[in-house]
Every structure is written in C-alpha cells, then in structure tokens.
Nanobody, 122 residues
C-alpha cells in the first residue's frame, strides 16, 4: 500500500505560481512512477505530468508544457509540481498518483491522493 498526501494548493492570480507537493508513505517510494492529474468542475480527470522512478524521465500534457515542472526527491518520499504562468483554465483539483510506469493513462495508476484545490483568478 502507498498513501499519498497532497499539499500546496490555493488561490492565485493569473500569471502567478504555485508549488504542489505530494508526500508518500508505505511501500518504497522509489519503486513507483509518479504523476499529477487534475479535474476541473464538470470535467473528467486529466493527465498533467509524470515522472519515472529515478526522475530521469518526465512527461507533460501539451496544455502545461513549458509552464509546469514535475520533480521528485526519493530521499524525502516526495514529488513536486511547480506551476508557473498559471491561467484560469488551470483551475482544478490536483491529484497525485503512483503506479508502475509513467504513462498518461489514468487507470494505470494504483494509488491516489485526496487532491488539493488550485484556483486561478483572472
């Protein structure tokens, strides 16, 4: 079992920045690929970014490429999502997920956090 707890969400103006954190406990953190997904009101949960077990490989949705950065520190059992140049359309609940491979498919991830809300005002 892996337990995931997200933090760092909040209210920010368009153009601003936030850094989300996801702290993991349970099974060895470094044995899991990690990802961030988000779900806006009335929409399905969508892929945002993923990172390989070592952190050497990262993947991004086109909508966030160049603005968001995913990273991890295995010694701290934590994965981060640095979000810059935020837009109102980034408003969503952001979820951390753990799985075997860093893919964009939601159902590939076995463990999920409870989410942290991000609101970007225009």
């Amino acid at each position: 079992q892996v337990q995931l707890v997200e933090s760092g969400g909040g209210l920010v103006q368009a153009g601003g920045s936030l850094r989300l954190s996801c702290a993991a406990s349970g099974r060895s953190f470094s044995s899991n690929a990690m990802a961030w997904f988000r779900q806006a009101p009335g929409k399905e949960r969508e892929f945002v970014a993923a990172i390989s077990r070592s952190g050497a490989m990262t993947y991004y949705a086109d909508s966030v490429k160049g603005r968001f950065t995913i990273s991890r520190i295995n010694a701290k059992n934590t994965v981060y999502l640095q979000m810059n140049s935020l837009k109102p359309e980034d408003t969503a609940v952001y979820y951390c997920a753990a799985g075997r491979v860093p893919v964009t498919i939601r159902n590939s991830y076995d463990y999920w956090g409870q989410g942290t809300r991000v609101t970007v005002s225009s």
